[in-house]
């Protein structure tokens, strides 16, 4: 059985587990993402059609179709962040990363920076989610610390 299936046999087929089933596929997923087979698999399951399935998955910003990497940076750039430096902050963890752009995926797999919208932390501004943990008042050398923190980890952890 694989994960998916695995996944799926735990919940009775009621639409409204969607958006649980598909985080709980996401977060098995080694590469962080929703595949095509999953939702042909999902689409079957709740008895509607792979496009409305993707129609969820690319609805929320938390979920993806793409492969990302083991941990997922959303760094703020709504307005508190922005005027507390969000910007700097991403260019200096797009310089950390060695990635040229938000959106991309280190070389070894190991994190996605992407974008968000405000975390609801803003008197902890500028403000980044790793996976589900926020870290906020965030300058240069505590972004260091951090990310080393998570390069550190086991790949399988
Ligand atoms: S504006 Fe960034 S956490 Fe609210």
Redesign the pocket.
């Known amino acids: 059985m694989n994960n998916t299936r695995q996944i799926l046999s735990k919940y009775p087929a009621d639409r409204q587990k969607l958006i649980n089933v598909l985080h709980e596929i996401q977060d098995a997923n080694e590469y962080n993402y929703i595949t095509e087979n999953d939702m042909q698999q999902l689409a079957d399951f709740f008895n509607t059609t792979k496009a409305s399935i993707y129609g969820v998955v690319t609805y929320y910003s938390m979920l993806s179709t793409k492969p990302r990497g083991k941990n997922l940076i959303r760094a ?7 005027i507390s430096g ?1 910007f700097s902050l991403i260019d200096a963890l797009k310089k950390e990363l060695g990635i040229d752009q938000v959106g991309q995926t280190t070389a070894d797999k190991m994190f996605t920076l992407e974008y968000s919208e ?5 008197a ?4 980044i989610l790793i996976n589900e943990d926020f870290y ?1 008042r965030l300058d240069e050398d505590k972004l260091k610390g951090i990310l080393s923190y998570y390069q550190n980890e086991s790949p399988s952890s």
């Open positions: 703020c750039k709504s307005p508190v962040c922005q969000a405000c975390l609801g932390q803003c902890m501004a500028p403000g906020g």
